[in-house]
T-cell receptor, first 108, second 116 residues
């Protein structure tokens, strides 16, 4: 199974951009890159996903390296509600393989 | 989207006993998934539950320990059998549905299990 590597924790100031990195050097050509976040005492929720090209949605942007061995989740303006554990995930067909996650702390 | 409920939300059990966790979805879905989240850890996929067929287990998980039922398209159960303290975890079910298909899974709130 492909693996992802993320920093254990990161800190950001409110209303500043946040760049959350993820390494996935063993990614295969058919693996999609997903990001989910988990708020305390809740199940994970979808943030964004991509295959090769950079992606934008209302929540975030996903920047994927040209060789696909790494990616970065970008929160353009962090709010206190964005404090959560962010998981970088590789999807093979219908199965998700979660990374260890990055705990994001947002300071007011 | 999909709304998922789980029962019980939490339980404290004695070693050697079994607990069945229920997962109910508000719409019909083909695939349901069961995950385990050990304390302070990430999520690990236990198995995929398809209606009308046996569940497919991931490496390290076996049917005798984690039997799964999927009687219809909106419901599934996961049983944790012959429990030990190492089984203390949060167990979550999820489904793939909606316009994003396999690209998005919706997760239930989880069942927090403590084994004494």
């Amino acid at each position: 199974d492909a693996k992802t590597t993320q920093p254990n924790s990161m800190e950001s100031n409110e209303e500043e951009p946040v760049h959350l990195p993820c390494n996935h050097s063993t990614i295969s050509g058919t693996d999609y890159i997903h990001w989910y976040r988990q708020l305390p005492s809740q199940g994970p929720e979808y943030v964004i996903h991509g295959l090769t090209s950079n992606v934008n949605n209302r929540m975030a942007s996903l920047a994927i390296a040209e060789d696909r061995k790494s990616s970065t989740l970008i929160l353009h303006r962090a709010t206190l509600r964005d404090a959560a554990v962010y998981y970088c995930i590789l999807r093979n067909f219908n199965k998700f393989y979660f990374g260890s996650g990055t705990k994001l702390n947002v300071k007011p | 989207s999909a709304v998922i409920s789980q029962k019980p939300s939490r339980d404290i059990c004695q070693r050697g006993t079994s607990l069945t966790i229920q997962c109910q979805v508000d719409s019909q879905v083909t695939m349901m998934f069961w995950y385990r989240q050990q304390p302070g850890q990430s999520l690990t996929l236990i198995a995929t539950a398809n209606q009308g067929s046996e569940a497919t287990y991931e490496s390290g998980f076996v049917i005798d320990k984690f039997p799964i039922s999927r009687p219809n398209l909106t419901f599934s159960t996961l049983t944790v059998s012959n429990m030990s303290p190492e089984d203390s975890s949060i167990y979550l079910c999820s489904v793939s549905t909606g316009e994003r298909g396999f690209n998005e899974q919706f997760f239930g709130p989880g069942t927090r299990l403590t084994v004494l």
